[in-house]
């Protein structure tokens, strides 16, 4: 939940995030890692999850998709040369990294994702995923955690957004919410009483290695489906990108399932807000005592008082952005719900700065 720092409660939270370890690799896979093990004092790092398809760059900034070794054996031999960088999942699924061309890559590899899911036209061939009508935020998602141990019911606490098929980002503190992890993530931007929506279970949990709970600074976390989700395709349903420029001014919507009041009750309805955002020096004079730094930035509405409030927490704050004829408008995620002063008081909410983030994303994300 979007809160103010004091009603945050500290709760213990133990092998949130697990890493794991890849095993041996068939003779193909060993020579290769093998190569890629003389690359990591060089700081490349075997990636920890990944899926076939997925985008990628090799240590030689050559942009591809992973591919399985029984895919690997199909492609021509100039091909095959030019794979390198090897993917385990789970330590039981490798991947390659193989491009179709030796050129440099010129984009981070997630703006090279995100034209990839807003491009007109183009086509999703679903084979695990979870298919779902269409709704305004089709990234949006809600967290649960089991009502009370040993029970099936769910209660969602904390929003995020997903940034590929597999991958949600939201708010490092939402981890804190129970003394038990969350287990699922509802995804499609549904309203939590529809019957159409469904839950996905969680299978791996990335919080950034600064963050220190109670404290707002470094609040992001990465949380990880067991399998796809995929919106319908007839409109701009892709994930949502990362915004990874400075960004001093803009005009954005918050989005959220939080408490329409402060310490009202929480609204099963997807809402949205329109804020601003306002420089780091004009917010910080609401928050004296935490201070703002530049991995943070603000934004309010001071005239129609619209805000994100309690259990708005992880959600994004989004804006839209033409990148082209070729491309759906493209919304990109500026900031994560943190924390804030009240709700819909006129004092800015603070949101963790997503641009401030992008290295540790990827890294997270694609290697």
Same mark, same amino acid.
């Given at each position: 939940m979007r809160c103010a720092r004091l009603e945050l409660k500290r709760k213990s939270k133990e092998n949130a995030c697990k890493m794991h370890k890849p095993e041996s690799f068939t003779q193909l896979f060993s020579?290769?890692?093998?190569?890629?093990? %003389?690359? /990591?004092?060089?700081?490349?790092?075997?990636?920890?999850?990944?899926?076939?398809?997925q985008p990628c760059l090799t240590p030689r900034n050559r942009l591809g998709s992973y591919v399985t070794h029984a895919n690997y054996l199909k492609l021509t031999k100039e091909l095959q040369q %030019?794979? %390198?960088?090897?993917?385990?999942?789970?330590?039981?699924?490798? &991947?390659l990294c193989c491009p179709s061309l030796d050129v440099p890559s010129d984009k981070r590899i997630s703006q090279t994702q995100c034209e990839r899911d807003h491009r007109k036209f183009s086509f999703i061939f679903i084979t695990n995923g979870m298919p779902a009508r269409e709704n305004e &935020?089709?990234?949006? @998602?809600a967290i649960g955690w089991r009502s009370t141990f040993g029970s099936s019911d769910i209660t969602y606490r904390c929003g995020g957004a997903l940034i590929t098929s597999r991958h949600l980002l939201t708010a490092a503190h939402c981890l804190y919410h129970s003394d038990e992890p969350p287990i699922v993530v509802r995804p499609g931007g549904f309203d939590l009483d529809d019957t159409e929506a469904r839950d996905i279970e969680i299978d791996q949990i990335h919080m950034h290695p600064g963050y220190q709970y109670p404290g707002v600074y470094n609040d992001i976390a990465i949380l990880l489906l067991k399998e796809e989700y995929y919106a319908g395709r007839s409109v701009n349903s892709g994930p949502a990108c990362l915004w990874a420029k400075p960004l001093q001014a803009a005009n954005v919507?918050?989005?959220g399932y939080g408490n329409t009041q402060f310490a009202g009750l929480s609204s099963?309805?997807?809402?949205k807000a329109e804020l601003?955002?306002?420089?780091?020096?004009?917010? @910080?004079?609401?928050?004296?005592?935490?201070?703002? /730094? &530049?991995?943070? %930035?603000?934004?309010?509405?001071?005239i129609k008082r619209g805000d994100t409030c309690q259990g708005d927490s992880g959600g994004p704050i989004i804006m839209y952005r033409n990148i082209g004829k070729n491309y759906f408008n493209v919304p990109y995620i500026v900031g994560i719900t943190s &924390?804030?002063?009240g709700c819909g008081t006129g004092a800015p909410g603070v949101y963790t700065r997503v641009a401030s983030y992008i290295d540790w994303i990827e890294k997270v994300v694609y290697y």
């Open positions: 020579l290769l890692a093998g190569a890629q093990l %003389l690359l /990591i004092a060089v700081n490349i790092r075997l990636a920890v999850a990944c899926h076939e398809d %030019l794979c %390198l960088g090897v993917c385990s999942y789970n330590g039981t699924t490798q &991947f &935020f089709p990234f949006m @998602a919507t918050a989005i099963s309805k997807l809402m601003s955002i306002l420089p780091n020096q004009k917010c @910080a004079e609401y928050y004296e005592e935490d201070g703002i /730094i &530049f991995s943070q %930035l603000c934004a309010n509405d001071p &924390f804030g002063i």
